[in-house]
T-cell receptor, first 115, second 113 residues
Framework: ETGVTQSPTHLIKTRGQQVTLRCSSQ?????VSWYQQALGQGPQFIFQ???????GRGNFPPRFSGLQFPNYSSELNVNALELDDSALYLC??????????????FGEGSRLTVL | AQSVTQLDSQVPVFEEAPVELRCNYS??????LFWYVQYPNQGLQLLLK??????LVESINGFEAEFNKSQTSFHLRKPSVHISDTAEYFC???????????FGKGTRLSVIA
């Protein structure tokens, strides 16, 4: 059984640039959630995708957007990067029933540094 | 909206000593509660969860947590810790149904030989 994989693992961008982070969900999972974990903080919910539709969003501005593909893999896009966007971005997959059932499987994250 | 408070940001403890990591959540009629562990440079792993039923839940590596509705708490305990337990521990809560997890800020457990 393949776990959740994320790419890239590390990247550095400058303010104002755009970034795309990718996530392959665990086999058999159809729901993907993205979380932002700033240094010294707990993960914060960005949004969730179920069957290619966004079906939940946290308190993040529209410059944070995403996609889910037919194979349930997902992308997180962030436009107009700001210094405060520096964080570990975690992808989590789950089966229908979503985060409320607690069966979230996390990838190891993409660490974004904005200079 | 739900919120989670982890009262201790860092907990140092000697090997083989007991430990308790505290977690309180905002009140709700019903909740799901979780503890996740994050080892250095890794993602989060589910340690244990409470969805319903017995208020005492256990993990395979000796941790346990007890859901206390009256105190809105879900403290994590282990009677004897090992060096390998050194990690960041996150408490999380959600409302039943397809709602996102709300995490606490984490507690860094450092086990000292």
């Amino acid at each position: 059984e393949t776990g959740v994989t994320q790419s890239p693992t590390h990247l550095i961008k400058t303010r104002g640039q755009q970034v795309t982070l990718r996530c392959s969900s665990q086999s058999g999972h159809n729901t993907v959630s993205w979380y932002q974990q700033a240094l010294g903080q707990g993960p914060q919910f960005i949004f969730q995708y179920y069957r290619e539709e966004e079906n939940g969003r946290g308190n993040f501005p529209p410059r944070f957007s995403g996609l889910q593909f037919p194979n349930y893999s997902s992308e997180l896009n962030v436009n107009a990067l700001e210094l405060d966007d520096s964080a570990l971005y975690l992808c989590a997959s789950s089966q229908a029933g979503g985060p409320g059932t607690g069966e979230l499987f996390f990838g190891e994250g993409s660490r974004l540094t904005v200079l | 909206a739900q919120s989670v408070t982890q009262l201790d940001s860092q907990v140092p403890v000697f090997e083989e000593a007991p430990v308790e990591l505290r977690c309180n959540y905002s009140s709700s009629v019903s909740v799901y509660l979780f503890w996740y562990v994050q080892y250095p440079n890794q993602g989060l792993q589910l340690l244990l969860k409470y969805l319903s039923g017995s208020t005492l839940v256990e993990s395979i590596n000796g941790f346990e947590a007890e859901f206390n509705k009256s105190q809105t708490s879900f403290h994590l305990r282990k009677p004897s810790v090992h060096i390998s337990d050194t990690a960041e521990y996150f408490c999380a809560v959600s409302d039943p149904g397809n709602t996102p997890l709300v995490f606490g800020k984490g507690t860094r457990l450092s086990v000292i030989a």
